[in-house]
Protein backbone atom coordinates (compact mmCIF):
# COMPACT_ATOMS: atom_id res chain seq x y z
CA UNK A 1 0.00 0.00 0.00
CA UNK A 2 1.30 3.52 -0.88
CA UNK A 3 0.31 6.40 0.54
CA UNK A 4 0.54 10.05 -0.68
CA UNK A 5 -1.26 13.27 0.65
CA UNK A 6 -2.47 15.92 -1.69
CA UNK A 7 -3.76 19.66 0.07
CA UNK A 8 -7.31 19.96 0.23
CA UNK A 9 -6.99 23.46 -2.01
CA UNK A 10 -5.78 21.19 -4.92
CA UNK A 11 -8.33 18.74 -5.60
CA UNK A 12 -10.68 21.76 -6.16
CA UNK A 13 -13.67 20.01 -4.24
CA UNK A 14 -13.66 22.13 -1.17
CA UNK A 15 -14.49 25.65 -0.17
CA UNK A 16 -12.43 29.05 0.28
CA UNK A 17 -13.90 28.79 4.14
CA UNK A 18 -12.49 25.06 4.80
CA UNK A 19 -9.58 25.87 3.36
CA UNK A 20 -8.95 29.08 4.46
CA UNK A 21 -9.68 27.21 7.98
CA UNK A 22 -7.22 24.41 7.86
CA UNK A 23 -4.70 26.83 6.75
CA UNK A 24 -5.30 29.05 9.92
CA UNK A 25 -6.11 32.31 8.09
CA UNK A 26 -6.91 34.48 10.22
CA UNK A 27 -10.32 35.83 8.71
CA UNK A 28 -11.59 32.61 10.52
CA UNK A 29 -9.97 32.82 13.35
CA UNK A 30 -13.07 34.27 15.28
CA UNK A 31 -15.18 31.63 14.04
CA UNK A 32 -13.74 28.63 15.82
CA UNK A 33 -12.26 27.91 20.04
CA UNK A 34 -9.46 25.97 19.18
CA UNK A 35 -7.59 24.78 16.39
CA UNK A 36 -7.01 20.78 15.36
CA UNK A 37 -3.86 19.99 16.17
CA UNK A 38 -2.66 18.10 19.26
CA UNK A 39 -1.50 20.94 21.18
CA UNK A 40 -5.05 22.60 20.95
CA UNK A 41 -6.74 19.61 23.07
CA UNK A 42 -4.67 20.81 26.10
CA UNK A 43 -6.84 23.58 26.84
CA UNK A 44 -9.67 21.79 25.21
CA UNK A 45 -9.64 18.87 27.67
CA UNK A 46 -8.98 21.80 30.80
CA UNK A 47 -11.97 23.65 29.51
CA UNK A 48 -14.68 20.41 29.00
CA UNK A 49 -13.54 19.09 32.36
CA UNK A 50 -14.60 22.24 34.33
CA UNK A 51 -18.25 22.74 33.37
CA UNK A 52 -19.41 19.14 32.25
CA UNK A 53 -21.44 18.23 34.79
CA UNK A 54 -21.01 14.40 36.66
CA UNK A 55 -24.81 13.90 36.80
CA UNK A 56 -24.54 13.95 32.99
CA UNK A 57 -22.14 11.16 32.76
CA UNK A 58 -24.21 8.87 34.57
CA UNK A 59 -27.51 9.73 32.81
CA UNK A 60 -25.69 9.16 29.54
CA UNK A 61 -23.59 6.22 30.42
CA UNK A 62 -27.07 4.45 31.96
CA UNK A 63 -28.81 6.02 28.54
CA UNK A 64 -26.15 3.82 26.38
CA UNK A 65 -26.79 0.76 28.08
CA UNK A 66 -29.77 0.52 27.41
CA UNK A 67 -29.63 1.35 23.89
CA UNK A 68 -27.14 -1.35 23.26
CA UNK A 69 -29.07 -3.83 25.17
CA UNK A 70 -29.79 -7.55 22.84
CA UNK A 71 -26.49 -5.60 20.52
CA UNK A 72 -23.59 -8.02 20.51
CA UNK A 73 -20.92 -5.23 21.75
CA UNK A 74 -17.05 -6.14 22.30
CA UNK A 75 -15.56 -5.65 25.61
CA UNK A 76 -13.48 -2.75 24.66
CA UNK A 77 -17.00 -1.05 23.85
CA UNK A 78 -18.33 -1.79 26.81
CA UNK A 79 -15.74 -0.50 28.24
CA UNK A 80 -15.56 2.94 27.10
CA UNK A 81 -19.46 3.13 27.64
CA UNK A 82 -18.83 1.92 30.80
CA UNK A 83 -15.37 4.76 31.25
CA UNK A 84 -18.03 7.60 30.64
CA UNK A 85 -18.30 7.83 34.10
CA UNK A 86 -15.18 8.80 34.91
CA UNK A 87 -14.10 11.99 34.98
CA UNK A 88 -10.87 11.64 33.16
CA UNK A 89 -12.92 10.26 30.14
CA UNK A 90 -13.54 12.33 26.89
CA UNK A 91 -15.10 11.81 23.76
CA UNK A 92 -14.67 12.33 19.95
CA UNK A 93 -17.77 12.30 17.56
CA UNK A 94 -18.80 12.09 14.19
CA UNK A 95 -22.22 12.17 13.23
CA UNK A 96 -24.24 11.02 10.31
CA UNK A 97 -27.37 9.84 8.62
CA UNK A 98 -28.72 6.57 8.81
CA UNK A 99 -27.87 5.81 5.21
CA UNK A 100 -29.31 2.71 3.52
CA UNK A 101 -26.12 0.16 3.84
CA UNK A 102 -23.52 3.04 5.38
CA UNK A 103 -24.64 4.79 2.04
CA UNK A 104 -21.33 6.71 0.57
CA UNK A 105 -18.08 5.66 0.96
CA UNK A 106 -16.98 8.56 3.26
CA UNK A 107 -18.98 7.24 6.26
CA UNK A 108 -16.58 4.90 6.98
CA UNK A 109 -14.07 7.58 6.74
CA UNK A 110 -15.58 9.84 8.88
CA UNK A 111 -15.50 7.04 12.00
CA UNK A 112 -12.19 6.01 11.14
CA UNK A 113 -11.03 9.66 11.26
CA UNK A 114 -12.80 10.00 15.04
CA UNK A 115 -11.48 6.22 15.98
CA UNK A 116 -7.70 7.70 14.96
CA UNK A 117 -7.97 10.52 16.30
CA UNK A 118 -9.11 9.30 19.96
CA UNK A 119 -5.68 6.49 19.46
CA UNK A 120 -3.76 9.76 19.03
CA UNK A 121 -5.05 11.75 21.67
CA UNK A 122 -4.36 8.77 24.07
CA UNK A 123 -1.02 8.43 23.29
CA UNK A 124 -0.21 12.15 23.72
CA UNK A 125 -2.42 12.69 27.31
CA UNK A 126 -1.79 8.81 28.49
CA UNK A 127 -3.67 9.81 31.77
CA UNK A 128 -6.79 10.69 29.95
CA UNK A 129 -9.72 8.11 28.70
CA UNK A 130 -11.19 9.24 24.70
CA UNK A 131 -14.01 7.45 23.39
CA UNK A 132 -15.11 7.52 19.57
CA UNK A 133 -18.83 7.96 19.22
CA UNK A 134 -20.82 7.72 15.83
CA UNK A 135 -24.02 9.80 16.44
CA UNK A 136 -27.06 8.65 14.57
CA UNK A 137 -29.04 11.22 13.02
CA UNK A 138 -32.15 9.15 13.77
CA UNK A 139 -34.64 11.86 13.95
CA UNK A 140 -33.70 13.44 10.60
CA UNK A 141 -37.13 13.50 8.14
CA UNK A 142 -34.81 13.82 4.99
CA UNK A 143 -35.88 10.06 3.67
CA UNK A 144 -34.93 10.85 0.28
CA UNK A 145 -31.55 11.56 1.01
CA UNK A 146 -30.85 8.32 2.61
CA UNK A 147 -32.98 5.42 0.97
CA UNK A 148 -30.28 4.41 -1.65
CA UNK A 149 -26.95 3.23 -2.47
CA UNK A 150 -25.10 2.91 -5.28
CA UNK A 151 -23.35 -0.11 -6.57
CA UNK A 152 -21.67 -0.40 -9.93
CA UNK A 153 -22.97 2.65 -11.45
CA UNK A 154 -26.34 2.01 -10.50
CA UNK A 155 -28.71 2.95 -7.68
CA UNK A 156 -30.18 0.29 -5.72
CA UNK A 157 -33.45 1.88 -3.54
CA UNK A 158 -35.56 1.30 -1.09
CA UNK A 159 -38.73 2.36 -2.24
CA UNK A 160 -41.29 3.21 0.44
CA UNK A 161 -44.07 5.88 1.77
CA UNK A 162 -42.40 7.44 4.92
CA UNK A 163 -43.16 10.45 6.96
CA UNK A 164 -41.69 11.49 10.10
CA UNK A 165 -38.73 10.73 11.63
CA UNK A 166 -36.37 7.88 9.43
CA UNK A 167 -35.37 6.07 12.67
CA UNK A 168 -38.75 5.29 13.10
CA UNK A 169 -39.46 3.30 10.28
CA UNK A 170 -39.76 0.00 9.95
CA UNK A 171 -37.84 -2.35 7.94
CA UNK A 172 -40.67 -3.49 5.27
CA UNK A 173 -40.10 -3.32 2.00
CA UNK A 174 -36.28 -3.91 2.23
CA UNK A 175 -36.66 -7.69 1.50
CA UNK A 176 -36.88 -6.48 -1.79
CA UNK A 177 -33.71 -4.61 -1.99
CA UNK A 178 -31.79 -7.43 -0.20
CA UNK A 179 -33.08 -9.39 -3.51
CA UNK A 180 -31.70 -6.98 -5.97
CA UNK A 181 -28.38 -6.47 -4.29
CA UNK A 182 -27.73 -10.26 -3.85
CA UNK A 183 -28.37 -10.75 -7.69
CA UNK A 184 -26.05 -8.15 -8.19
CA UNK A 185 -23.19 -9.01 -5.92
CA UNK A 186 -22.14 -11.98 -7.05
CA UNK A 187 -21.44 -14.92 -5.16
CA UNK A 188 -17.69 -14.73 -3.96
CA UNK A 189 -16.41 -15.32 0.05
CA UNK A 190 -16.62 -11.37 0.18
CA UNK A 191 -20.07 -10.83 -2.04
CA UNK A 192 -21.66 -13.83 0.99
CA UNK A 193 -19.98 -11.69 4.14
CA UNK A 194 -21.64 -8.44 2.34
CA UNK A 195 -25.32 -10.45 1.58
CA UNK A 196 -24.88 -11.57 5.28
CA UNK A 197 -24.30 -8.54 6.85
CA UNK A 198 -26.83 -6.61 5.11
CA UNK A 199 -29.45 -9.58 5.92
CA UNK A 200 -28.77 -9.24 9.57
CA UNK A 201 -28.75 -5.61 10.09
CA UNK A 202 -31.93 -5.22 7.35
CA UNK A 203 -34.28 -7.86 7.51
CA UNK A 204 -33.69 -9.02 11.70
CA UNK A 205 -34.54 -5.58 13.05
CA UNK A 206 -37.52 -3.97 13.21
CA UNK A 207 -36.43 -0.21 12.56
CA UNK A 208 -33.63 1.73 10.53
CA UNK A 209 -32.39 3.04 13.93
CA UNK A 210 -31.74 -0.66 15.20
CA UNK A 211 -30.53 -1.89 11.61
CA UNK A 212 -27.92 0.94 11.51
CA UNK A 213 -26.96 0.12 15.02
CA UNK A 214 -26.49 -3.35 14.29
CA UNK A 215 -24.35 -2.34 11.12
CA UNK A 216 -22.06 0.25 12.41
CA UNK A 217 -21.52 -1.74 15.52
CA UNK A 218 -20.92 -4.76 13.43
CA UNK A 219 -18.24 -2.98 11.02
CA UNK A 220 -16.76 -0.95 14.08
CA UNK A 221 -16.87 -2.93 17.28
CA UNK A 222 -13.34 -4.38 17.75
CA UNK A 223 -12.69 -0.66 17.62
CA UNK A 224 -14.21 0.38 20.61
CA UNK A 225 -16.95 2.49 18.39
CA UNK A 226 -19.92 3.56 20.55
CA UNK A 227 -22.99 4.51 19.28
CA UNK A 228 -25.56 7.19 20.12
CA UNK A 229 -29.43 7.97 19.59
CA UNK A 230 -30.17 11.40 20.42
CA UNK A 231 -33.80 9.98 20.49
CA UNK A 232 -33.73 9.54 23.90
CA UNK A 233 -36.03 10.90 26.59
CA UNK A 234 -33.44 10.88 29.47
CA UNK A 235 -30.99 12.63 27.06
CA UNK A 236 -33.37 15.30 26.06
CA UNK A 237 -34.27 16.13 29.18
CA UNK A 238 -30.54 17.37 29.90
CA UNK A 239 -31.63 19.69 26.84
CA UNK A 240 -34.44 21.34 28.68
CA UNK A 241 -32.53 24.41 29.74
CA UNK A 242 -31.20 24.97 26.23
CA UNK A 243 -34.65 24.36 24.38
CA UNK A 244 -36.50 26.74 26.63
CA UNK A 245 -33.97 29.60 25.68
CA UNK A 246 -34.55 28.90 22.17
CA UNK A 247 -37.75 28.59 22.05
CA UNK A 248 -38.22 31.83 24.05
CA UNK A 249 -35.30 33.97 23.60
CA UNK A 250 -34.58 33.03 20.33
CA UNK A 251 -31.10 32.97 21.29
CA UNK A 252 -29.22 30.84 19.13
CA UNK A 253 -31.19 32.68 16.18
CA UNK A 254 -29.88 36.05 17.11
CA UNK A 255 -26.42 35.17 17.91
CA UNK A 256 -25.65 33.18 14.52
CA UNK A 257 -27.50 36.06 12.38
CA UNK A 258 -24.52 38.28 13.81
CA UNK A 259 -22.00 35.92 13.04
CA UNK A 260 -23.93 35.43 9.32
CA UNK A 261 -23.40 39.25 9.06
CA UNK A 262 -19.99 39.57 10.19
CA UNK A 263 -18.85 36.55 7.80
CA UNK A 264 -16.34 36.85 4.93
CA UNK A 265 -18.22 37.97 1.91
CA UNK A 266 -15.93 35.26 0.13
CA UNK A 267 -17.97 32.70 1.97
CA UNK A 268 -20.74 30.97 1.34
CA UNK A 269 -23.41 30.47 4.26
CA UNK A 270 -23.76 26.99 4.99
CA UNK A 271 -27.33 27.41 7.17
CA UNK A 272 -29.18 30.01 7.88
CA UNK A 273 -31.29 29.76 11.66
CA UNK A 274 -34.66 29.83 12.47
CA UNK A 275 -36.57 31.87 15.24
CA UNK A 276 -36.80 28.73 16.86
CA UNK A 277 -34.68 25.67 15.77
CA UNK A 278 -37.16 22.72 16.92
CA UNK A 279 -39.13 20.41 15.37
CA UNK A 280 -41.95 18.65 17.05
CA UNK A 281 -41.74 15.14 16.76
CA UNK A 282 -44.83 12.93 17.37
CA UNK A 283 -44.65 8.78 15.32
CA UNK A 284 -44.95 9.92 11.86
CA UNK A 285 -44.52 13.77 11.87
CA UNK A 286 -41.25 15.92 12.49
CA UNK A 287 -42.78 19.61 12.00
CA UNK A 288 -41.38 22.26 12.38
CA UNK A 289 -42.58 24.78 15.82
CA UNK A 290 -43.33 28.25 15.05
CA UNK A 291 -44.70 31.28 16.83
CA UNK A 292 -47.35 34.08 16.10
CA UNK A 293 -48.75 36.57 17.97
CA UNK A 294 -47.09 35.21 21.23
CA UNK A 295 -49.14 31.46 20.25
CA UNK A 296 -46.92 28.80 19.24
CA UNK A 297 -48.07 25.66 16.95
CA UNK A 298 -46.93 23.02 14.66
CA UNK A 299 -46.33 23.80 10.82
CA UNK A 300 -49.25 22.64 8.63
CA UNK A 301 -50.63 21.12 12.38
CA UNK A 302 -53.74 21.80 14.33
CA UNK A 303 -51.56 21.97 17.04
CA UNK A 304 -51.60 24.90 19.41
CA UNK A 305 -49.92 26.07 22.47
CA UNK A 306 -50.21 29.08 24.89
CA UNK A 307 -46.37 29.89 26.09
CA UNK A 308 -46.74 28.10 29.49
CA UNK A 309 -48.68 25.40 28.00
CA UNK A 310 -45.53 24.56 25.46
CA UNK A 311 -43.69 24.69 28.48
CA UNK A 312 -45.52 22.25 30.19
CA UNK A 313 -45.08 20.45 27.52
CA UNK A 314 -41.36 20.61 26.75
CA UNK A 315 -40.96 19.56 30.59
CA UNK A 316 -43.58 16.64 30.17
CA UNK A 317 -42.34 15.39 26.75
CA UNK A 318 -39.12 16.83 25.97
CA UNK A 319 -38.95 13.70 23.57
CA UNK A 320 -40.93 15.57 21.69
CA UNK A 321 -38.85 18.55 20.50
CA UNK A 322 -36.28 17.62 18.26
CA UNK A 323 -33.12 19.71 17.27
CA UNK A 324 -32.43 20.89 13.80
CA UNK A 325 -29.24 21.80 12.18
CA UNK A 326 -28.48 24.89 14.62
CA UNK A 327 -29.41 23.09 17.78
CA UNK A 328 -28.11 19.55 17.56
CA UNK A 329 -25.01 20.51 17.54
CA UNK A 330 -25.73 22.35 21.06
CA UNK A 331 -27.40 19.34 22.24
CA UNK A 332 -24.57 16.87 21.55
CA UNK A 333 -22.06 19.21 23.68
CA UNK A 334 -24.67 19.03 26.56
CA UNK A 335 -24.68 15.47 26.56
CA UNK A 336 -21.27 14.22 25.90
CA UNK A 337 -18.06 14.74 27.54
CA UNK A 338 -16.81 16.28 24.15
CA UNK A 339 -13.91 16.85 22.89
CA UNK A 340 -14.07 17.51 18.84
CA UNK A 341 -16.42 17.30 16.45
CA UNK A 342 -15.47 15.30 12.91
CA UNK A 343 -17.42 16.40 9.62
CA UNK A 344 -17.36 16.98 6.16
CA UNK A 345 -16.47 19.89 4.34
CA UNK A 346 -20.58 21.00 4.61
CA UNK A 347 -20.85 20.00 8.17
CA UNK A 348 -17.56 21.88 9.25
CA UNK A 349 -18.48 25.28 7.34
CA UNK A 350 -22.28 25.43 9.56
CA UNK A 351 -20.33 24.81 12.97
CA UNK A 352 -18.21 27.62 12.45
CA UNK A 353 -21.63 29.40 12.10
CA UNK A 354 -22.23 28.34 15.91
CA UNK A 355 -19.56 29.42 18.35
CA UNK A 356 -21.41 32.20 19.44
CA UNK A 357 -24.26 30.65 20.21
CA UNK A 358 -22.81 28.28 22.44
CA UNK A 359 -20.93 31.24 24.51
CA UNK A 360 -24.43 32.55 25.01
CA UNK A 361 -25.34 29.50 26.29
CA UNK A 362 -22.57 29.10 28.30
CA UNK A 363 -21.50 25.61 26.70
CA UNK A 364 -17.60 24.87 25.70
CA UNK A 365 -17.14 25.19 21.77
CA UNK A 366 -15.52 22.03 20.53
CA UNK A 367 -12.53 21.54 18.19
CA UNK A 368 -13.83 21.23 14.83
CA UNK A 369 -12.07 18.78 12.74
CA UNK A 370 -12.06 18.15 8.60
CA UNK A 371 -12.75 14.29 8.51
CA UNK A 372 -10.31 12.23 6.33
CA UNK A 373 -10.82 11.92 2.52
CA UNK A 374 -9.53 9.40 -0.08
CA UNK A 375 -9.39 8.43 -2.84
CA UNK A 376 -8.55 4.58 -3.29
CA UNK A 377 -6.73 3.39 -6.69
CA UNK A 378 -6.59 -0.47 -7.08
CA UNK A 379 -3.24 -2.13 -8.49
CA UNK A 380 -5.02 -2.66 -11.36
CA UNK A 381 -5.92 1.29 -11.96
CA UNK A 382 -2.34 2.27 -10.63
CA UNK A 383 -1.00 0.26 -13.81
CA UNK A 384 -2.93 2.37 -16.10
CA UNK A 385 -2.47 5.33 -14.77
CA UNK A 386 1.52 4.79 -15.40
CA UNK A 387 1.46 3.64 -18.58
CA UNK A 388 -0.55 6.87 -19.51
CA UNK A 389 1.94 8.89 -17.36
CA UNK A 390 -1.19 10.57 -15.04
CA UNK A 391 -0.14 11.80 -12.03
CA UNK A 392 -2.69 11.85 -8.85
CA UNK A 393 -2.63 16.00 -9.29
CA UNK A 394 -3.75 15.21 -12.66
CA UNK A 395 -6.53 13.01 -11.66
CA UNK A 396 -8.00 16.05 -10.10
CA UNK A 397 -8.37 17.98 -13.13
CA UNK A 398 -11.74 18.96 -14.56
CA UNK A 399 -11.91 16.35 -17.54
CA UNK A 400 -11.53 19.08 -20.49
CA UNK A 401 -8.49 20.55 -18.44
CA UNK A 402 -6.90 17.05 -18.12
CA UNK A 403 -7.43 16.05 -22.20
CA UNK A 404 -6.28 19.32 -23.06
CA UNK A 405 -3.23 19.39 -20.71
CA UNK A 406 -2.10 15.64 -21.48
CA UNK A 407 -2.60 15.90 -25.64
CA UNK A 408 -0.45 19.33 -25.06
CA UNK A 409 2.57 16.99 -23.48
CA UNK A 410 1.87 13.80 -25.92
CA UNK A 411 1.67 16.01 -29.00
CA UNK A 412 4.52 16.34 -31.45
CA UNK A 413 3.29 19.65 -32.52
CA UNK A 414 3.27 22.86 -29.65
CA UNK A 415 0.01 23.43 -29.61
CA UNK A 416 0.48 26.40 -27.27
CA UNK A 417 -0.01 29.76 -28.30
CA UNK A 418 1.04 31.86 -25.05
CA UNK A 419 4.35 33.12 -27.17
CA UNK A 420 2.15 34.24 -30.40
CA UNK A 421 -0.24 35.91 -28.11
CA UNK A 422 2.96 37.64 -25.96
CA UNK A 423 4.36 38.86 -29.45
CA UNK A 424 1.06 40.18 -30.60
CA UNK A 425 0.71 41.76 -27.44
CA UNK A 426 4.07 43.60 -28.01
CA UNK A 427 3.10 44.77 -31.49
CA UNK A 428 -0.39 46.46 -30.16
CA UNK A 429 1.71 48.23 -27.41
CA UNK A 430 3.74 50.18 -30.20
CA UNK A 431 -0.05 50.74 -32.33
CA UNK A 432 -1.37 52.35 -28.71
CA UNK A 433 1.46 54.97 -28.69
CA UNK A 434 1.30 55.46 -31.98
CA UNK A 435 -2.62 56.44 -31.70
CA UNK A 436 -1.63 58.31 -28.58
CA UNK A 437 0.54 60.75 -30.34
CA UNK A 438 -1.08 61.00 -33.81
CA UNK A 439 -5.24 60.61 -32.89
CA UNK A 440 -6.46 59.21 -29.64
CA UNK A 441 -9.93 58.16 -30.96
CA UNK A 442 -7.87 55.64 -33.21
CA UNK A 443 -7.29 53.65 -29.71
CA UNK A 444 -10.74 52.34 -29.61
CA UNK A 445 -9.95 50.62 -32.79
CA UNK A 446 -6.81 49.74 -31.54
CA UNK A 447 -8.31 47.72 -29.26
CA UNK A 448 -10.75 46.31 -31.15
CA UNK A 449 -8.80 44.96 -33.91
CA UNK A 450 -6.64 43.67 -30.72
CA UNK A 451 -9.07 41.88 -29.25
CA UNK A 452 -10.05 40.45 -32.35
CA UNK A 453 -6.16 39.66 -33.59
CA UNK A 454 -6.24 37.11 -29.74
CA UNK A 455 -9.76 35.53 -30.48
CA UNK A 456 -8.40 34.42 -33.61
CA UNK A 457 -5.39 32.99 -31.94
CA UNK A 458 -7.67 31.16 -29.30
CA UNK A 459 -9.65 29.59 -32.49
CA UNK A 460 -6.57 28.63 -34.11
CA UNK A 461 -5.69 26.77 -30.75
CA UNK A 462 -9.16 25.10 -30.61
CA UNK A 463 -9.26 23.51 -33.66
CA UNK A 464 -5.37 22.39 -33.86
CA UNK A 465 -6.29 20.82 -30.10
CA UNK A 466 -9.41 19.56 -31.57
CA UNK A 467 -7.65 18.21 -34.39
CA UNK A 468 -4.94 16.42 -31.79
CA UNK A 469 -7.72 14.99 -29.85
CA UNK A 470 -8.91 13.23 -32.87
CA UNK A 471 -5.70 11.92 -33.61
CA UNK A 472 -4.98 10.54 -30.50
CA UNK A 473 -8.42 9.47 -29.72
CA UNK A 474 -7.59 6.21 -28.20
CA UNK A 475 -5.41 7.95 -25.80
CA UNK A 476 -8.56 10.20 -24.87
CA UNK A 477 -10.40 7.33 -23.99
CA UNK A 478 -8.27 5.64 -22.00
CA UNK A 479 -7.42 9.02 -20.03
CA UNK A 480 -11.09 9.41 -19.40
CA UNK A 481 -12.42 5.96 -18.54
CA UNK A 482 -10.17 5.77 -16.22
CA UNK A 483 -10.93 9.08 -14.72
CA UNK A 484 -14.38 8.48 -14.74
CA UNK A 485 -13.84 5.10 -12.61
CA UNK A 486 -11.49 7.12 -10.09
CA UNK A 487 -14.39 9.64 -10.02
CA UNK A 488 -17.75 8.44 -10.95
CA UNK A 489 -20.32 10.99 -11.86
CA UNK A 490 -17.70 13.35 -12.49
CA UNK A 491 -17.29 13.69 -8.45
CA UNK A 492 -15.00 12.58 -5.76
CA UNK A 493 -15.01 8.89 -5.43
CA UNK A 494 -15.91 8.48 -1.53
CA UNK A 495 -19.11 10.89 -2.12
CA UNK A 496 -20.59 8.09 -4.74
CA UNK A 497 -19.07 4.75 -4.36
CA UNK A 498 -20.75 2.82 -1.53
CA UNK A 499 -17.89 0.60 1.06
CA UNK A 500 -19.14 -3.01 -0.81
CA UNK A 501 -17.33 -2.13 -3.59
CA UNK A 502 -14.32 -2.32 -2.30
CA UNK A 503 -15.01 -5.14 0.25
CA UNK A 504 -15.81 -7.03 -2.71
CA UNK A 505 -11.71 -6.30 -3.43
CA UNK A 506 -10.13 -6.63 -0.46
CA UNK A 507 -12.52 -7.59 1.82
CA UNK A 508 -11.91 -8.46 6.14
CA UNK A 509 -8.57 -6.26 5.44
CA UNK A 510 -10.17 -2.68 3.93
CA UNK A 511 -11.23 -1.17 7.43
CA UNK A 512 -7.58 -2.26 8.78
CA UNK A 513 -6.01 -0.46 5.48
CA UNK A 514 -8.16 2.36 5.86
CA UNK A 515 -7.41 2.35 9.75
CA UNK A 516 -3.63 2.44 8.56
CA UNK A 517 -3.47 4.72 5.89
CA UNK A 518 -5.69 7.56 7.79
CA UNK A 519 -4.52 10.40 9.40
CA UNK A 520 -6.78 13.04 11.21
CA UNK A 521 -5.02 15.80 12.01
CA UNK A 522 -2.63 15.19 8.79
CA UNK A 523 -5.52 17.73 7.45
CA UNK A 524 -4.49 16.99 3.52
CA UNK A 525 -6.12 14.83 0.95
CA UNK A 526 -5.24 11.40 1.12
CA UNK A 527 -4.17 8.82 -2.32
CA UNK A 528 -4.30 5.35 -1.29
CA UNK A 529 -2.62 2.70 -4.00
CA UNK A 530 -3.36 -0.99 -3.16
Not at 17 to 25: F, K, P
Not at 279 to 289: D, P
Request: a negative charge.
Amino acid sequence: MDIDCLPFKKTGYFSNLICDYIAGDKKVASLYNRFPDLEGFKGQIAEKGRSFPSDHRKILAESLRKQYEGLDASKVTLQNISDLNEGNTFTVVTGHQLNLFTGPLYFLYKIISTINLTKELKKKYPKYNFVPIYWMATEDHDFDEINYFNFQGKKIQWNKDASGAVGHLDTEGLKEVFQTFSNAIGSSSNAEFLKELFENAYLKHGTLTEATRFLANALFKDYGLVIVDGDDVELKRLLIPYATKDLFEQTAFKMVSETIEKMDSDYTVQVNPREINYFYLIEGLRERILEANGKYGVHGQSIIWEKQELLNELEAHPERFSPNVIARPLYQEVILPNLCYIGGGGEIAYWLELKSAFEAMEVPFPILLLRNSALVITEKQSEKLKKMQLSEEDLFLKQSSLINKKIREISNIDIDFSPQKKLLEEQFKDLYELAEQTDKSFIGAVKAQEVKQKKGLDNLEKRLLKAQKRKLKDHVLRMTDIQNQLFPGKSLQERNLNFSELYLEYGEELIPMLVKALKPLQLEFTVITV
